[in-house]
């Protein structure tokens, strides 16, 4: 019964490949996001959707392409990887609207390790 | 803009220790949301709390304490009688909008429980 789940855990692949990484959730939430944590372990937003609709790119390549075919799933595709690709995605998923004075919760994925060379 | 400072990079103490993890914020926002989560060795981000801003209310749950004050945007974690499994990297994050959308992380505090 894991909450969000995300494949693969790891992915090694060469410079100039194009790859996936799958993010799919059973919370029945309605916004799904994507993470990269860097080798300083730094988090950072990439993406984030609401209802399959895009509401947050923050200065994301165009190299990487979101694409969430449902509200439950958000996959990440990325073309023409890049060294400085290399990282740890993270998927995460929260609901849509909180109260304001519960706020909402966002819960993360395992995390995909990915390793370009 | 938002910013989380966890100043602490390493932390490391003998089990059974207390220890403190701290976290300033910035925020231009009147309501926001204060968070902390663990990433293990394993690599998970497991969510450990949530604050909003209305409530500066403390929290204890088992070893784990949080210490919320407005006045000095901070929000302080402590780990009481600290075990071995507490070992992780531990982040602070930021966010508005009831926290529905982009959390801004903290750099991180690594602590190490020395058996």
């Known amino acids: 019964d894991t909450a969000v789940s995300q494949t693969p855990k790891y992915l090694v692949t060469q410079m100039g490949n194009d790859k996936s990484i799958k993010c799919e959730q059973n919370?029945?939430?309605?916004?799904m996001y994507w993470y990269k944590q860097d080798s300083k372990k730094f988090l950072k937003i990439m993406f984030s959707y609401n209802n399959k609709e895009l509401i947050i790119n923050e200065t994301v390549p165009n190299r990487f392409s979101p694409k969430s075919p449902d509200k439950a799933h958000l996959n990440l595709h990325i073309n023409s990887l890049e060294l400085g690709d290399s990282a740890v995605y993270f998927c995460?998923?929260?609901?849509?609207?909180?109260?304001?004075?519960?706020?909402?919760?966002?819960?993360f994925g395992p995390g995909t390790r990915l390793l370009v060379l | 803009a938002q910013k989380v400072t966890q100043a602490q990079t390493e932390i490391s103490v003998v089990e059974k220790e207390d220890v403190t993890l701290d976290c300033v914020y910035e925020?231009?926002?009147?309501?926001?949301?204060l968070f902390w989560y663990k990433q293990p060795p394993s690599g998970e981000l497991v969510f450990l709390i949530r604050?909003?801003?209305?409530?500066?209310q403390n929290e204890i749950s088992g070893r784990y304490s949080w210490n919320f004050q407005k006045s000095t945007s901070s929000f302080n974690f402590t780990i009481t009688a600290s075990q071995v499994v507490d070992s992780a990297v531990y982040f602070c994050?930021?966010?508005?909008?009831?926290?529905?959308?982009?959390?801004?992380f903290g750099t991180g505090t690594r602590l190490t429980i020395i058996p």
């Open positions: 995460a998923s929260s609901q849509d609207r909180g109260s304001v004075r519960q706020g909402v919760t966002q819960y």
């Open positions: 919370l029945g939430h309605d916004t």
């Open positions: 925020t231009r926002d009147t309501t926001y949301y």
């Open positions: 994050a930021l966010s508005d909008n009831f926290g529905n959308e982009k959390l801004t």
């Open positions: 604050r909003n801003s209305f409530d500066e």
